[in-house]
């Protein structure tokens, strides 16, 4: 989550940002899951959300791109670092 924070914070502009979340994790939620918990079933949509969450986890863990967010411009490289190691 705190890389997808990072990148809306980058692409949306401050004065819709409280928008864009509100409208984002509530509305659209409800929007979309009611409908297909209707459909499939409670139990389904917990199922594909916990693989989809997985599957998501993955592809970031894997993604240079991605895990170079967190580095500020001129700090060290993280390559070869175990993440919480640092001395």
């Known amino acids: ?3 997808e924070l990072k990148i809306y914070q980058h692409a949306v502009p401050a004065g ?3 928008r864009f979340f509100t409208l984002n994790r509530s509305a659209l939620s409800l929007a979309v ?3 297909l918990a209707d459909r499939f079933g409670v139990r389904t949509l917990f199922l594909a959300g916990g693989a989809a969450t997985l599957a998501i986890a993955l592809v970031r863990a894997f993604t240079p791109a ?3 967010l967190d580095d500020e411009p001129g700090a060290p490289s993280r390559k070869g670092r ?3 190691m640092d001395t």
């Open 1 to 3: 989550m705190g890389h």
């Open 16 to 18: 819709m940002q409280g």
């Open 82 to 84: 175990t993440p919480g």
């Open 66 to 68: 991605i895990r170079a």
């Open 33 to 35: 899951g009611g409908p």
